[in-house]
């Protein structure tokens, strides 16, 4: 059994472009987190999702920041006009969604904008 | 809200150490609680857990107990090695609040020889 995948594993952006972040949850896992690891800072949570359904994107910016998680294929993070604020590591996990149950994280995704 | 309170670090430490990271919650529900590791450059990966009060976590010579009476889960290892060195998180998911995870800001750990 995989498990979570991201990619890509390292990103690299002008200012200005789009980065699309993947992440492919367990198998047997309907609900993916997001989060933000910034140098020398903690874990910050973004967005929370099921198939097809946000539960909680509390976490998100108000702009160029959006995610989804469709019925079938990967969640995507999708960061529209990057700026240098963005360069960070991006870690997805995914759960089963059932009370008690760990997230599993992936790899992650770092993203550099020059 | 629901939230995690870890020590700050860096914490270092020589090797054959006893270590203590200190992890205090608060949680509107009867939450689940969790230790996690990152290691350089890696994904954060499941250390230890505990769901209920009085519950003991522990895994690779790593432990924490769940009290409730003092809303704590303390990470706790009898002798650490070099091999250890790594940023710890503590985290919670209360299930009223559809399993969403709360995580500390991290406690990096650093064993020296």
């Known amino acids: 059994n995989a498990g979570v995948m991201q990619n890509p594993r390292h990103l690299v952006r002008r200012r200005g472009q789009e980065a699309r972040l993947r992440c492919s949850p367990m198998k047997g896992h309907s609900h993916v987190y997001w989060y933000r690891q910034l140098p020398e800072e903690g874990l910050k949570f973004m967005v929370y999702l099921q198939k097809e359904n946000i539960i909680d994107e509390s976490g998100m910016p108000k702009e160029r920041f959006s995610a989804e998680f469709p019925k079938e294929g990967p969640s995507i993070l999708r960061i529209q006009q990057v700026v240098r604020g963005d360069s960070a590591a991006y870690f997805c996990a995914s759960g089963t969604g059932g009370s008690r149950t760990e997230a599993f994280f992936g790899q992650g995704t770092r993203l550099t904008v020059v | ?113």
């Open chain 2, 1 to 113: 809200g629901d939230s995690v309170t870890q020590m700050e670090g860096p914490v270092t430490l020589s090797e054959e150490a006893f270590l203590t990271i200190n992890c205090t919650y608060t949680a509107t529900g009867y939450p689940s609680l969790f230790w996690y590791v990152q290691y350089p450059g890696e994904g954060l990966q499941l250390l230890l857990k505990a769901t209920k009060a009085d519950d003991k976590g522990s895994n690779k010579g790593f432990e924490a107990t769940y009290r409730k009476e003092t809303t704590s889960f303390h990470l706790e290892k009898g002798s650490v090695q070099v091999s250890d060195s790594a940023v710890y998180f503590c985290a919670l998911s209360v299930p009223n609040t559809g399993n969403q995870f709360y995580f500390g800001t991290g406690t990096s750990l650093t064993v020296i020889p």
